[in-house]
């Protein structure tokens, strides 16, 4: 391998950034970011950071991310969530995914969570067949929710 994969440093933020908004363009959200680097380094790097990244470096240039946080499950306890996994286009096939993806759950497995869990969007196949390889079940019973800001002000001003 001609990269590394490391924890996120507190100078990585602009690279980072740069990363989630190629991925909001893979997406085809490419307006969608509203984070900006001050927000990555104040929410990533804090007393009490709100998120974890793991970076793969190739040649002190960073080439992918993942960024991960830990949830609650009622049922099940202590989860990690995975938020994001990014791979530069140039570099993907490399196996710079898998890499920062076995990082992830290795982690998991260390803090002794009983689930990781994450979305995938419904036409990413490639990503879809490499996690069921891996043997993550896709849950396409379930629906992705979400309440945008506006729509939360709106909720909480009419439910005052």
Known sequence: MSFI???AKKQDASAVLDLITELAVFEKEPTAVEVTVADIEKDGFSDRPKF???VAEEASSIIGIALIYMRYSTWKGPIVHLEDLIVTEKKRKLGVGKALYTSVLKYAH???VKRVSWEVIDWN???IDF???TGATILN???VVQMSEENLDKFVQNNS
């Open 141 to 143: 019973d379930w629906s």
């Open 131 to 133: 996690y069921e390889s």
């Open 5 to 7: 994969i490391r924890e």
């Open 125 to 127: 196949t490639n990503a």
């Open 52 to 54: 974890k990244i793991f």
């Open 110 to 112: 260390g803090l002794g």
